[in-house]
């Protein structure tokens, strides 16, 4: 190797382009009304076909047990904002702890990286600034 280690850290000055970027889950809730359109000869047996068929993941647009019975559906999203979104930083991209084969000491080799999971990993805050080390 013909970078030195300096101050325990190898290519600090020009490290792996993914270290420092953050990976975040959001939660953002909003409500949702699923609008059915239903045919059929009763209201007993849209119900039925209701029971069957509705799934509030995705749209519908199916049949019964006849191609005469449909049934089909639509979002109504409010998207008022009124709901609280939720940010959790789930992981980092950090440089990766590596041992000096001449000397036996650690060091963090930011030429390799890996995605770490566990905060007491990360080396950013959530704005991107630098975490004081210890």
Do not use: H
Not at 26 to 42: G, R
């Amino acid at each position: 190797m013909t970078d030195k280690i300096i101050n325990g850290t190898y290519k600090k000055d020009n490290p792996n382009e993914d270290i420092g970027y953050q990976k975040w889950e959001v939660e953002k809730t909003y409500e949702v009304t699923m609008i059915y359109e239903i045919v059929a000869k009763t209201k007993e047996e849209a119900k039925d076909l209701l029971d069957r068929k509705e799934n509030p993941k995705e749209e519908i647009d199916g049949y019964g047990k006849t191609f005469r019975e449909t049934i089909k559906s639509r979002y109504y999203f409010d998207l008022s904002g009124d709901e609280p979104t939720t940010w959790t930083k789930i992981e980092e991209c950090v440089p990766i702890e590596d041992t000096d084969i001449d000397t036996n000491e650690k060091y963090l080799n930011y030429e390799d990286k890996d995605w770490a999971k566990d905060d007491f990993e990360w080396r950013k805050k959530e704005d991107g600034t630098d975490i004081e080390v210890r």
